[in-house]
């Protein structure tokens, strides 16, 4: 039998990343131009200080320019690598979260896993595909 899934695993690790003082306008762009529903905001030494999703920008449009960092959550449920994957979606269907983080110990960004990952894991599963092989993430 092999090794439980991770969210290492299953993580995606090429992100692109916010700063507190970049423009709500420019993270708008990256959502949009990427796809993205959820977008990491990080310091200068790439530790996790924020998340900021589609929901927080589609709010905003009524504010005016703003920056990421009065819009972002603070408070953002993270999980370590060695999370099973079973136990990161119980906790994401449990908190009702689209996105948690990967960190490290120091919140050192080291991924992101979502709701989508989650059904691209289940997708490969019923159609039979080996879940524990890697695969290309588009």
Known sequence: MPA????????????????????????????????????????????????????????????????????????????PPTMTALDAVEHMLRSKHGALPVVAGDRTLLGIVTTTDFLELARRALAGHDIHQPHARA
């Open 4 to 79: 439980a899934l991770t969210v290492a695993d299953m993580m995606t690790t090429h992100l692109k990343v916010l700063h507190e003082d970049d423009s709500i306008n420019a993270a708008d762009w990256d959502m949009v131009v990427g796809e993205f529903r959820h977008m990491a905001v990080v310091d200068r030494d790439n530790r996790l200080v924020g998340l900021i999703s589609d929901r927080d920008v589609l709010r905003s449009q009524s504010e005016g320019p703003t920056t990421v960092a009065r819009l972002m959550t603070r408070d953002v449920h993270t999980v």
